[in-house]
């Protein structure tokens, strides 16, 4: 019982992740994005809903399972601290380029998003692999949505 408490408290941090992003997300959607130029492989809106929560809960479980098994380690801790930057990153993303509409520096911010997430899989790899591979889909979707920030930066100066 004591670790399903401790997976749910994980996957509550991570899903409020995409709580902080959907506030500075909803009301840019019918208004601000809409009037962008966006690539003809833009996803529906409805897409991202969902993909998010998903990849929000495997980030939760992957993090649970690092905080089981490792929390007492220097290595466990360390990438746990790197899980919260990234997880700083991602919330900081929705900010920038909907709330703030800057898609530029919301480009250079995923960027960096991305390079912590794939430096989190590698640290994992080696201490938690099954945490590692629950973190590939997330990586996949953030590179899929840095080439559609990317897209949108170039279509919009």
């Given amino acids: 019982m004591k670790r399903l408490g401790t997976y749910l408290v994980w996957i509550l941090l991570s899903e409020l992740a995409g709580v902080i992003g959907g506030l500075a997300t909803a009301p840019a959607i019918p208004t601000w994005y809409a009037t962008l ?5 833009t996803p529906p809106g409805w897409v991202f809903g969902p993909v998010w929560i998903a990849l929000y809960a495997l980030m939760g479980i992957a993090a649970a399972r690092v905080w089981i098994r490792h929390r007492q380690t220097s290595a466990g801790k360390r990438s746990l601290a790197l899980f919260g930057a990234q997880l700083a990153l991602n919330a900081e993303w929705p900010v920038l380029f909907f709330g703030l509409k800057v898609p530029g520096a919301a480009l250079v911010s995923i960027v960096i998003l991305w390079a912590t997430i794939l430096a989190l899989i ?4 080696r201490l938690e692999r099954i945490s590692a591979l629950l ?6 979707w953030v590179s899929f949505a840095t080439a559609l920030n990317a897209a949108i930066v170039r ?3």
């Fill in 37 to 41: 130029v966006k690539p003809t492989w």
């Fill in 122 to 125: 590698v640290w994992w790899w």
């Fill in 155 to 157: 279509l919009n100066p």
């Fill in 135 to 140: 973190l590939i889909p997330y990586l996949a």
